[in-house]
């Protein structure tokens, strides 16, 4: 059988998603029979170098960056999962939907009381920068999911569940215990 | 043999129960073992009939079953596809008309709305996100009033009042600005107890008790590995 192969990316998210994923343990033999990873931070592969079977995304887009990538995932791969609670919902990160990104860059790097030694008072500008959106949008919002795993993280049996079936191409079980949005 | 003298027939998804005469839908159901899902319905307190979770169909008709009661020969769908999708799509409208980021939220795992979704297995909801911005009070010294998470379902106006009737909680504004609000001069003198029950009577985690938070582990809380309704499915 020739092996499925995966890409994976970290947009507005922590990475907590890829840790669990890391947390099937031993699985991750088991999986590594049956898959090739392309594009990922798992094997710093920057470029997708062939076309893709699974994309999966942790993370929702707070910036023009995260968008260029989550398009260049639906351009590149035939599935695509979104994994987590920021990719589905908008998580921690759309906690600031609702209040005006100015406010949040004031907050962030004028008034907040962590905020030390900026004299000039500079909000980051350079061009170089992704441009931070009007709020945080879920991946659905940007393109079409195929598939949508909750938890924050995931638990790792539901990714590993979720993973083989799509790999097997065996329909997706997931057991109560497994499903869970914290 | 059950006694089913001062009882009367119904039929619930095919199967004769015997019921109560003059209790509701929702109760005979329960006296029988079936499980219909409620939100703004609450023990103890009249039905509303606001959120529609209930809802059944008699005679082709969509009903809510916390406020109708049975009557002899009644016909009821229930658990039907078109009825549980009916109430999974009213928790993913909760979803969407709210702000429920359940991981930072102190109800998680003993929360009726995030159970349904579970129940349902609402993955994602279907509705586009609205995002509303709402204030979070805290200003109370035992509670905090956290407007994000309130489905307005009532519960807390109905049953937390004081000894001489008075209602700690009420609606405010109306249409979509409407909120449900801690009175703050009765609130200022809250007894615990109180403060507590209110915690535990809202079916989110709109109304936090201050002080103690997220004490039970993940894997322990109600929700985490039986689904909302499995207790009165599982009676004998
Ligand atoms: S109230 Fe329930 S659904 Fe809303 S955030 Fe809290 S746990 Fe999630
Ligand atoms: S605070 Fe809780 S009990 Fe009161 S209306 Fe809102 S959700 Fe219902
Ligand atoms: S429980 Fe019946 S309408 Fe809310």
Known sequence: MNKKVIATTSLAGCFGCHMSLLDIDERILDLIELVEFNKSPIDDIKKFTKPVDIGIIEGGCCNSENVEILKYFRENCKILVSLGECAIMGGLPAMRNGISVEECLNEAYLNGPTVQENHEKIIPNDEELPIILDRVYTCHEVVKIDYFLPGCPPRADLIWNALYALVTENPMELPYEVVKFD | ?236
């Open chain 2, 1 to 236: 043999m059950e006694n089913t003298e001062n009882k009367i027939k119904i039929t619930l998804d095919g199967k004769t129960i015997y019921a109560r005469k003059g209790s509701t839908i929702v109760e005979a159901a329960r006296e029988n073992g079936i499980y219909i899902p409620t939100l703004c319905h609450f023990e103890g307190a009249d039905p509303k009939a606001c959120c529609r979770i209930c809802t059944v169909k008699i005679n082709n008709r969509f009903m809510t079953s916390c406020t109708t009661p049975v009557s002899e020969g009644m016909e009821i769908e229930n658990n039907t596809e078109e009825i549980n999708d009916l109430r999974k799509s009213i928790v993913e409208l909760l979803f969407v008309s709210g702000n429920h980021f359940c991981p930072t939220c102190e109800k998680s795992g003993n929360c009726e709305l995030q159970a349904l979704a579970y129940r349902f297995k609402m993955l994602v909801p279907r509705f586009p996100f609205s995002f509303p911005r709402k204030e979070v009070d805290a200003s109370n010294p035992k509670i905090v009033k956290e407007q994000n998470r309130c489905i307005l379902c009532k519960r807390c106006i109905k049953t937390i009042r004081d000894e001489e009737g008075r209602h700690y909680f009420a609606y405010k504004n109306r249409g979509q600005h409407l909120e449900v609000v801690l009175d703050p001069v009765l609130g200022a003198d809250m007894p615990d107890e109180l403060a507590k029950k209110a915690m535990e009577n809202c079916p989110t985690g709109s109304i936090l008790y201050k002080g103690k938070g997220f004490e039970q582990p993940i894997g322990t809380r109600k929700y985490d590995n039986q689904p909302i309704g499995s207790e009165i499915e599982n009676q004998s």
